[in-house]
C-alpha cells in the first residue's frame, strides 16, 4: 500500500495479559522500525528489520517484548506480560532502502496501548 | 543527558510572526538531521531534511551547526495550522532516529 497501516488503533489490556500489534509497511519498503512513545513525546527506538532479518534490536526490552517480519504477513510486536509502563503509543515506521543518509522514515498512524 | 534537547514551550505565536527553536544534539557521529511534525499524538510527518548549508522549504528555514552541535528551524508568517508540536530528529549511523522530546508551537489569532 501508499501508507504503512497499523492495528489495532487502540488496544486495552489488564496488568499481566499478552498485546500483539501488527504493522504493514508501506510496499517496495525494505526495512521496518518500531518506536514506543510515552508521555511527554519521548519516543524510545525499539527495533528494526531489513526484510524478514532483525537489524538493530538494540532497544528492545529483553524479557517480555518480541517482534517479526515475516514474508507476505505483517510485521509484529508481541508484548508478553504487559505492565502498567508499557502504556504507550507503538509507532511502526518503514523506509526504502534505509542506507540513504537522508532517507525518510514514513509513520503509521500507531497504536495506543493502555494497560490497566 | 538525552541525545536530543529540545525547548519543550510552548512557543505561543500571534498569527503572521516568526518564531524560531533549537535543537542540540550530544552524539558528534551524527550523520543525518530533520524536522518532524507531530499533531495532537498522531504519527509523526516529516516537514523537511536538515541540511548543512541550510535550506528553506516555502515559509520554512532549517540550519545545522555541525560545530556547536544544534539545528534550528524558522517560521515565518506563522498560520493558524502551523499549531504542532515539532520534533528534532538525528540519525547516526545504522538507520535508528533519536527524537528531542518536541517543541510545541501554539499559533493564535
Known amino acids: 500500500g501508499e501508507e504503512v497501516a497499523q492495528t489495532p488503533k487502540h488496544l486495552v489490556r489488564g496488568e499481566g495479559q499478552k498485546a500483539k500489534l501488527y504493522c504493514a509497511p508501506i510496499?517496495?519498503?525494505?526495512?521496518v522500525f518500531w518506536y514506543q512513545q510515552v508521555l511527554k513525546n519521548e519516543f524510545k527506538f525499539l527495533i528494526s528489520?531489513?526484510?524478514?532479518?532483525?537489524?538493530?534490536e538494540t532497544g528492545m526490552p529483553k524479557e517480555r517484548f518480541s517482534a517479526k517480519c515475516l514474508p507476505n504477513s505483517p510485521c509484529s510486536l508481541e508484548i508478553q506480560a504487559t505492565k502498567l509502563e508499557d502504556s504507550a503509543v507503538y509507532f511502526c515506521?518503514?523506509?526504502?532502502?534505509?542506507?540513504?543518509?537522508?532517507?525518510?522514515?514514513?509513520f503509521g498512524p500507531g497504536t495506543r496501548l493502555l494497560v490497566l | 543527558r538525552k541525545e536530543v534537547e529540545q525547548d519543550p514551550g510552548p512557543f505561543n505565536v500571534p498569527e503572521g510572526a516568526t518564531v524560531a527553536f533549537n535543537c542540540t544534539y550530544s552524539?558528534?557521529?551524527?550523520?543525518?538531521f530533520f524536522w518532524y511534525r507531530q499533531d495532537c499524538r498522531k504519527e509523526p510527518k516529516l516537514l523537511m531534511s536538515?541540511?548543512?548549508s541550510g535550506n528553506e522549504d516555502g515559509r520554512f528555514t532549517a540550519q545545522l551547526n555541525r560545530a556547536s552541535q544544534y539545528i534550528s528551524l524558522l517560521i515565518r508568517d506563522s498560520k493558524l495550522s502551523d499549531s504542532a508540536t515539532y520534533l528534532c530528529?538525528?540519525?547516526?549511523?545504522?538507520?535508528?532516529?533519536?527524537f528531542g522530546g518536541g517543541t510545541r508551537v501554539l499559533v493564535k489569532p
Open positions: 515506521a518503514s523506509s526504502q532502502t534505509g542506507w540513504t543518509d537522508q532517507e525518510t522514515q514514513y
Open positions: 510496499k517496495g519498503h525494505s526495512y
Open positions: 528489520f531489513q526484510n524478514e532479518n532483525v537489524f538493530d
Open positions: 552524539n558528534s557521529a551524527s550523520q543525518s
Open positions: 536538515v541540511y548543512s
Open positions: 530528529v538525528v540519525k547516526a549511523a545504522g538507520n535508528k532516529l533519536t
